[in-house]
């Protein structure tokens, strides 16, 4: 078993503390991604299970094992990075043996796993060049192999693809998919890219700050959003945000309008969301529809962009405020447009005004 737990991790630079309480339990088996926003701490985060940053507190077990001081070669794991890290003087099949060649591997055992992992990521035909004959996505695969090879308990994943262009993240993308799924293994990756989570991951860790807002599968994230956060950073368009004020509210849901909302009843059963007052509600763009009357909101087009197989309309409401509207299909809008919009209420989300994020390892 390849279990990974992550109890009251912390960890500190000097007086600053960039990782702070985290819990985190990934089982055997499983595809964990962690996002977040620039300087979040996910990198670090990864770095610590890989062995290459000291744990300032809480304890780390990978496969029942505590292993806060065990050496990066010892922990069952194969780190593959953002920058490939394969010799240029060597070729395919010396790069991906290498690991083997310094543990003291025979020649056929040598020979046999990297047939294997040649196999498995389709790379047969380039074994006999060097990493200058490569693109970007067959270096990443030379790479992805040399940790193969390796039969680690554990893969990590450092921001892989973010080197490769929009073709090949999307090719190699579905090629880590397939080799998840053909081996099995426990694998933990870590990006900004939240297409690349929502599409790889069992369970998606949001973090920000050093703490972890809310941890789940993607779709629950994406419907369910622990606070304002996670409900922006999830989703693309990212979700539309609004004051609001509450005119009552009962149980689980709230009567709220504003000067730009018509009143109306939504789902309020967040944590510190009050019983009166102002509150934030959030609409994704792919929520919004246009109506011909009755609109619960009004605006005029800035501007369209019409993408084929959708439309995402930039509205301007009365206030100057801005609202995305994605339309599942090629509609022309002109710029000065008048609009009424409408939307399920049960699928809007309310938010307490000042919750732009919260401690929830939940």
């Not at 992550?6 to 819990?23: C, E, F, H, T």
């Not at 088996?29 to 620039?38: D, K, L």
């Not at 294997?116 to 990443?140: K, V, Y």
Request: charged fraction near 25%.
């Amino acid at each position: 078993m390849a279990d990974v737990l992550l109890k009251a991790i912390k960890k500190s630079y000097g007086p600053v503390q960039v990782i702070k309480g985290v819990d985190i339990d990934i089982n055997d088996g499983e595809f964990v991604v962690f996002v977040g926003p620039s300087g979040c701490g996910k990198s670090t985060l990864l770095r610590m299970i890989a062995g290459l940053e000291d744990i300032s507190g809480g304890t780390l077990e990978i496969a029942g094992r505590v292993v806060n001081d065990i050496q990066a070669s010892e922990r069952g794991i194969a780190m593959v990075f953002q920058s490939y890290a394969i010799f240029p003087h060597m070729t395919v099949r010396e790069n991906v043996a290498f690991g083997l060649t310094i543990a003291g591997a025979s020649k056929a055992e040598k020979e046999a796993k990297v047939a294997e992992a040649a196999r498995i990521l389709q790379m047969e035909h380039l074994l006999d060049r060097r990493p200058s004959q490569l693109s970007g996505g067959q270096r990443q695969r030379v790479a992805i192999g040399r940790a193969i090879v390796r039969k680690p308990e554990v893969f990590l994943f450092d921001e892989p693809l973010s080197n490769l262009d929009a073709a090949l993240r999307l090719d190699m993308r579905i090629e880590i998919g397939k080799l998840h799924k053909s081996l099995g293994a426990t694998m933990v990756y870590v990006t900004h890219d939240q297409v690349e989570a929502m599409t790889l991951a069992d369970k998606i860790v949001v973090l920000k700050d050093g703490y972890v807002q809310q941890i789940g599968a993607p779709m629950d994230l994406y419907h369910n959003p622990a606070n304002r956060f996670v409900a922006g950073f999830i989703g693309a368009p990212s979700m539309n945000f609004l004051d609001v004020e509450i005119v009552s509210r009962e149980g689980d849901s709230a009567r709220i309008h504003s000067d730009l909302v018509s009143e109306i009843t939504v789902p309020a059963w967040r944590e510190g969301v009050p019983f009166s007052g102002r509150a934030t509600l959030g609409i994704r763009p792919q929520d919004l529809r246009t109506v011909d009357t009755g609109g619960i909101l009004q605006g005029n087009v800035a501007i369209a962009e019409r993408l084929g197989i959708e439309t995402v309309v930039d509205i301007t409401l009365k206030d100057g405020s801005r609202l995305l509207v994605s339309l599942p299909e090629d509609r022309v809008f002109e710029p000065g447009q008048p609009v009424e919009l409408g939307f399920d209420p049960a699928r809007a989300h309310l938010f307490a005004l000042d919750a732009e994020a919260t401690r929830n390892a939940a």
